[in-house]
């Protein structure tokens, strides 16, 4: 075990981002709802990542807009017993020795 008897340690202090205010009128406004728009004008499909792959199962359950549950967003494929197997291997092949 080492010992830092004379070290000088410089931590920076820690800067958060700005707090925007999305007041009516505002920029960042602006950009969210131009953003919720162009969103709610697609349709994405969202596949299963596993061992850095994408996997589309075909089963497929809609993706809502957490405010609206009436807008779909897009759809996301589920995952079976086979594809949970898949991702213990992978996990499992990933792991360190």
Same mark, same amino acid.
Not at 19 to 45: C, M, N
């Given at each position: 075990?080492?010992?830092?008897?004379?070290?000088?340690?410089?931590?920076?202090?820690?800067?958060?981002?700005?707090?925007?205010?999305?007041?009516?009128?505002?920029?960042?406004?602006?950009?969210?709802?131009?953003?919720?728009?162009?969103?709610? /004008?697609?349709?994405?499909?969202?596949?299963?990542?596993? =061992?850095? #792959? $994408?996997?589309?199962?075909?089963?497929? *359950?809609?993706? +809502?807009?957490?405010?609206?549950? /009436?807008?779909?967003?897009?759809?996301?494929?589920?995952? =079976?017993? #086979? $594809?949970?197997?898949?991702?213990?291997? *992978?996990?499992? +092949?990933?792991?360190?020795?």
């Amino acid at each position: 075990m080492s010992v830092l008897n004379n070290a000088a340690i410089k931590i920076p202090f820690p800067q958060n981002e700005p707090v925007l205010s999305y007041a009516p009128g505002t920029p960042e406004r602006q950009k969210i709802k131009d953003t919720l728009a162009e969103l709610k /004008s697609k349709q994405i499909e969202v596949p299963l990542i596993i =061992g850095g #792959k $994408e996997i589309r199962t075909g089963n497929l *359950a809609k993706i +809502a807009c957490p405010h609206d549950h /009436s807008i779909e967003l897009g759809s996301y494929h589920k995952a =079976g017993a #086979k $594809e949970v197997q898949m991702a213990i291997d *992978a996990a499992m +092949a990933a792991k360190p020795v």
